[in-house]
């Protein structure tokens, strides 16, 4: 019975120093927790590189749009002097002007399809760079931090307009209370980096 104790109170004993050190070792300054959080959703949306790519995109959309708008106009004006019938149907200035009108209206057309394509594609590239980017800078904040684990902590929009079943398999953290969050030590390190580049 004796030695029961001994064996009970050493291993108790034990419980109790292995959790003092544990508690003793985080130094000053470091955080309690070794796992951080951080939304991958809100540095997308207010870091500066993410700024800077909606502005290139929005000139390049309007200038693809006056470019559209003048097209448009030059074809309808050639179709109304092919209606107005101020050219004998059958010369060659009649068939001159059908043949750049078939030409504008096919280009028209193929714009309209291939730029939309174009577009996607180009916010794929993007986004696939810009996450990339994301990631190594996380990774190199954690680091500093002493951090090692960080989990993507984005919060889903109430009421859920897109798939729901989409969302429940892609929310992932549900509660991270003690976590340190990193999300605005990385949009600040990105938008350093960011202005870097600029200069």
């Known amino acids: 019975m004796k030695t029961k104790m001994t064996v009970l109170g050493c291993l108790v004993f034990s419980v109790l120093l ?17 796992i951080g959080v951080m939304s991958v959703e809100r540095v997308l949306r207010d870091c500066k590189a993410t700024a800077k790519y909606r502005e290139q995109m929005k000139a390049e959309g309007d200038k693809i749009a006056a470019e559209m708008d003048a097209l448009s106009k030059e074809i309808q004006a050639l179709k109304a002097g092919l209606q107005l019938g101020t050219l004998k149907v059958g ?9 750049e009108f078939a030409q504008k209206q096919a280009e028209l057309d193929a714009r309209k399809e291939y730029i939309p394509n174009q577009q996607m594609l180009q916010q794929q590239l993007w986004t696939q760079e810009i996450y ?15 951090l090692i684990l960080v989990l993507e902590k984005s919060e889903p929009e109430f009421p859920i307009q897109s798939d729901f079943g989409l969302v429940i398999g892609t929310h992932k953290v549900l509660y991270s209370g003690g976590c340190p969050d990193i999300t605005d030590d990385v ?6 980096e960011e202005t870097k580049t600029e200069n």
């Open 18 to 34: 292995l959790f003092g050190f544990e508690y003793t070792s985080a130094q000053p300054g470091e955080p309690a927790s070794k």
């Open 91 to 99: 010369s060659s200035d009649y068939f001159k002007q059908h043949w």
């Open 132 to 146: 990339q980017k994301i990631l190594q800078v996380t990774k190199d904040v954690g680091a500093e931090k002493g």
């Open 187 to 192: 949009i600040a390190r990105m938008d350093a």
